[in-house]
């Protein structure tokens, strides 16, 4: 926990922040990112220091490592880190590429032990018709994806050989235990429904997540829990989203999952996300580095932004979370917008326009 103290009653916190800003379109969202802390905690007089460090393929480009030892050290020692997006196409079409930018974002959920990603799935009324999905599907929909984040096929055993490949989805029992758990305890919070997501017809990993997750569920007997096939859930979200209020599954599964869950919103760019374990947390945006748009002024800087309100619910400075989220919406409201979610005849904000117009409001209230 950071330091803290009291001043006429207040919380002031001590913040040390690290800084992943990445490739693509990161620098440019992270950059928001950073200003709307700082003004929040100005704001609140918070003492807050940002700490860059390299990662993905700007990392790779500059000491070969996507995950360096130092930026690691440098998260480690952090309260939190604010982190923006990894991946360059250049490593996309070539799989001889001895090292890829993703494998800094996974080297760092295992070296900070981040088993535990929690996506959440809102809907902005003034959005919904942006929605691939009907308006009267998606309104009210809210939800809570809590994905596995060290386990399952991303980390298990694996071969890659020129006539065999595979991989494995392996869980021991304590790891889906503890997964289980920060669910569990989420939906306590929420609605008290928790859907579990598994393949358990088919798959013995799922059978063991089933099997621990009927052994937990009597302990939180306000809880409602259902079971549901991932196929099937896939298909419940498209036709009935507002069903979910907190689901719960494992990595690979989670990682499909929340990029549908995105598209119900209406637009990636505004979705955060958190990852808590052992160590330091870590707040993101769930959409990528989009490397078309580097440079050009175009990304939309509230997934990020919302991913340090989240950031800010994590330590409990809720006052501080909650003038984000009334600036963003705020935002929304005026259509001071990036253009892939302008409306027509609306302003023109580019990344950088969208930022100021938030700290301005931050600074005025
Ligand atoms: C995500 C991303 C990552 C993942 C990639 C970039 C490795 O898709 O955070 O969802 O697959 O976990
Ligand atoms: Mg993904």
Request: net charge negative.
């Amino acid at each position: 926990m950071p330091d803290r103290f009291f001043q006429k009653g207040k919380i002031i916190m001590k913040l040390h922040i690290a800084v992943l800003a990445g490739d693509g379109i990161g620098p440019e969202i992270s950059k928001v990112g950073v200003d709307v802390m700082e003004a929040v905690c100005r704001k609140f007089n918070h003492e807050v220091t940002f700490t860059p460090a390299l990662c993905g393929a700007a990392a790779i480009d500059a000491v070969g490592d996507p995950f360096p030892e130092e930026t690691f050290e440098i998260c480690r020692q952090a309260d939190a880190v604010l982190f923006s997006a990894v991946g360059d196409p250049k490593y996309d079409n070539n799989p001889a590429a001895k090292v890829r930018p993703e494998q800094g974002l996974l080297a760092m959920r295992k070296k900070l032990g981040l088993f535990a990603n929690i996506r959440p799935v809102q809907t902005f009324d003034c959005l919904v018709h942006k929605s691939p999905l009907k308006e009267e599907l998606v309104r009210g929909a809210d939800f809570v994806c809590i994905r596995e984040l060290t386990g399952g096929m991303y980390f298990g055993a694996k071969k890659e050989g020129d006539d065999e490949a595979f991989d494995t989805c392996a869980y021991t029992r304590p790891e889906v235990e503890r997964i289980l758990k920060v669910a569990f305890e989420y939906a306590m919070r929420r609605r008290r429904h928790l859907t579990v997501v598994d393949k358990a017809n088919v798959l013995a990993s799922s059978r063991l997540w089933r099997k621990v997750a009927q052994e937990m569920a009597p302990n939180y007997p306000e809880v409602t829990t259902d079971y549901m096939y991932v196929d099937n859930a896939a298909m419940r979200m498209i036709q009935e989203p507002r069903f979910f209020d907190v689901m719960v599954t494992e990595n690979t599964f989670g990682d499909i999952l929340t990029d549908e869950g995105s598209c119900i919103t209406g637009s990636m760019g505004l979705l955060p996300s958190a990852s808590t374990g052992e160590s330091t947390p870590v707040f993101e945006p769930i959409h990528g580095s989009w490397p078309q748009a580097k440079g050009k002024n175009i990304a939309n800087p509230l997934a990020q932004v919302l991913s340090v309100a989240m950031l800010f619910e994590y330590f409990n400075l809720m006052d501080e979370a909650a003038l984000v989220r009334r600036i963003v919406d705020k935002s929304l409201d005026e259509n001071v917008r990036t253009p892939e979610i302008q409306v027509e005849g609306g302003g023109v904000y580019g990344t950088k326009e969208v930022g100021a117009w938030l700290v301005e409001q931050i600074e005025a209230c």
